[in-house]
């Protein structure tokens, strides 16, 4: 007797990239900031007072939503919180999708999540094509026939970004659709739209700590949109699960969005490391897309991914490599501390010295 659902038994989910427990790694696969959380964030942990856990947090986290409202000069009303980005665009899909509405909408090369979510919520998915070099089309997203649309901004796995004006021109041409804008990678460019959800009440922003506040443990992400949108999520949730964001995890994002100075050098660092890192992969014979984000999307002239990708695990330097259509010759490398970039050149220097596998 097979128990499963029909959806269960035919979902192949999400492959989260590997938290590999055996050995350690200088981990480049899942774009963590390989800086600690601010120190504010270390002394609200070492002075919690454990007590309060014998209650269950705020449901509406509404000490947190007070700080990013503030941060983004919105109202609490505006804003939802969830645990982890992932937990807050999962939950847009049932609240803005129907089984047998137009469909949602998302480019065929994007954060492959969103394939999963609309499997599992039976929503159908409208997948369109990017250009040859991963550009978004944007004549292509202002006509789509679909209930909504997802945009990664910058887009993961290229790092790549649509511009401001571009996705004005998307969301102005679709006012009866909700845009979805994954803004996972924004803080390491300047490309949020975060000031828009004032203006144009179909644009949710999903935004998380785990990147750029280097609190990818913690599990805290957020959306920002029109105070319906955000009530419609509540909805969901509420239905869901009440209590998804734990006390400590509330406090700790708290702490992290005090300490913009902290937060800011980290990006920086961030970025200047980047850019050389680029500039030294170029050397060493990868086509390297340009980044708004802290990755880098990379593929050698010579060498198969694949390959590489192995060559350099056993090497000790762990990067994502999908093997998936259009970008399986491709890997994707995040953007670590100096330390661990230099271990990355260095291991691929070597490996690129050497004579490729023979192939059968
Ligand atoms: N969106 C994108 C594009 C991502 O790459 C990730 C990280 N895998 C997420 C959302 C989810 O991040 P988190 O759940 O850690 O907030």
């Not at 983004?72 to 939950?91: P, T, W």
């Not at 995040?334 to 050149?345: D, F, H, K, Q, R």
Request: glycine residues 4%.
């Amino acid at each position: 007797m097979n128990y499963l659902s029909k959806i269960c038994r035919t979902t192949q989910p999400y492959i989260a990239g590997e938290q590999p427990q055996d050995k350690s790694y200088v981990k480049l696969n899942t774009n963590e900031n390989p800086y600690p959380p601010c120190k504010g964030v270390e002394d609200f942990l070492k002075s919690f007072d454990t007590d309060k856990l014998k209650l269950y947090p705020d449901p509406q986290n509404t000490a947190l939503a007070d700080e990013i409202a503030k941060k983004h000069g919105l109202e609490k009303e505006n804003v939802f919180i969830g645990n982890g980005s992932d937990e807050v665009l999962a939950m847009c899909f049932p609240t803005f999708f129907d089984r047998d509405g137009d469909g949602v909408a998302y480019a065929d090369v994007t954060y492959s999540f969103y394939k999963v979510w609309a499997k599992v919520y039976e929503i159908p998915s409208v997948v369109i094509p990017l250009s040859e070099d991963f550009k978004l089309d944007v004549s292509k997203f202002k006509q789509v026939k679909c209930q909504g649309m997802i945009i990664c901004n910058p887009n993961a796995p290229t790092g790549l970004i649509v511009n401001r004006l571009d996705l004005m021109a998307i969301i102005e041409a679709n006012p009866e659709k909700i845009i979805i804008i994954d803004e996972a990678y924004a803080d390491f460019c300047n490309c949020s739209m975060a000031n828009y959800v004032s203006k144009y009440p179909n644009l949710l922003i999903v935004r998380t700590f785990s990147k750029s506040y280097s609190l990818a443990g913690a599990r805290c992400g957020y959306a920002i949109g029109d105070a319906a949108l955000i009530n419609g999520l509540k909805t969901i949730k509420d239905s869901f699960n009440s209590y998804t964001v734990n006390a400590l995890t509330e406090g700790v994002a708290i702490h992290a969005l005090k300490d913009t100075e902290y937060f800011s050098s980290c990006i920086d660092k961030i970025i200047a490391t980047r850019d050389s890192v680029a500039d030294e992969l170029r050397a060493l014979g990868f086509e390297v897309l340009q980044s708004s984000s802290n990755f880098l999307f990379v593929k050698h002239n010579e060498r198969p991914a694949s390959e590489i990708y192995y060559q350099l695990k056993t090497a000790g330097v762990l990067v994502r490599h999908f093997s998936m259509g259009r970008i399986d010759n491709y890997l994707r490398i995040t953007v670590g501390s100096p330390e661990e970039m230099a271990s990355l050149v260095s291991a691929l220097t070597t490996i690129l010295k050497t004579e490729p596998a023979p192939t059968e």
